[in-house]
């Protein structure tokens, strides 16, 4: 007779983090990394936000794989379909114990949030956001959707106290028009308050469209 159970064990998580925190910090930006990164290679691409009182914090994903037959290049990823929910309540336990570090770090909660989910990023970003009242100033979903179960009713004034932008490259080769339009009319249907992106490029991060979009928060 099988049995499935589990166990709770401490755990030690890895992020990676660009700038230093002063007095001088008003401005933080948490970045979630897509399915087959790391966040010390991601990061990279927030070098062209950077300023004295910017800190862009990246948090990795605790699953780790490797890429491919060779062994040599390693990939992380948020979740998978097995035990998606206990992933999920790691994953917002992860973020939320890191950002209380950010707190203790700067010594007051008076700094300007951002916040940025790549592909498969974005949904643990979203249900992050979505487990806490903290101070959102905007929420980026750059090629990523947006979760069904966070389009609740009571959720509603959360989304709407939150700057979102979707973020979608027209040569994306994971969101076609198709795809694209099904998360517009979801989102649309939802009633919830968007501004959308669109950019030349396929499915990754351009610095110079996030220089863009940073410069208008």
């Known amino acids: 007779f099988h049995m499935k159970k589990q166990i709770s064990i401490p755990k030690t998580h890895k992020y990676s983090q660009l700038g230093e925190f002063s007095e001088k910090t008003n401005n933080v930006w948490i970045v979630l990394h897509g399915y087959g990164m790391l966040s010390e290679f991601f990061i990279k691409k927030f070098e062209c936000i950077l300023n004295d009182s910017t800190v ?7 699953n780790r794989f490797y890429l491919e037959n060779n062994y040599y290049r390693v990939g992380a990823s948020w979740m998978t379909k097995l035990d998606k929910e206990k992933d ?23 700094f300007k949030l951002n916040t940025l989910g790549f592909s498969q990023g974005g949904a643990t970003l979203v249900r992050w956001i979505m487990s806490n009242s ?12 947006i979760p069904k179960d966070c389009l609740t009713e009571e959720k509603k004034s959360r989304w709407n106290s939150i700057d979102v932008k979707l973020v979608i490259g027209n040569q994306d080769e994971y969101i076609n028009e198709e795809n694209k339009q099904k998360v517009i009319d979801l989102i649309s249907s939802y009633g919830l308050k968007y501004e959308l992106v669109a950019y030349e490029g396929s499915h990754k991060i351009i610095e110079k469209e996030l220089e863009k979009i940073a410069a208008g928060l």
């Open 56 to 62: 862009v914090i990246a948090p990795e994903g605790s």
């Open 88 to 110: 999920i309540e790691d994953n917002i336990s992860f973020i939320q114990t890191l950002y209380s570090k950010i707190v203790d770090e700067i010594g007051h909660t008076n």
């Open 134 to 145: 903290i101070n959102i100033d905007s929420l980026i979903l750059w090629g990523s959707d």
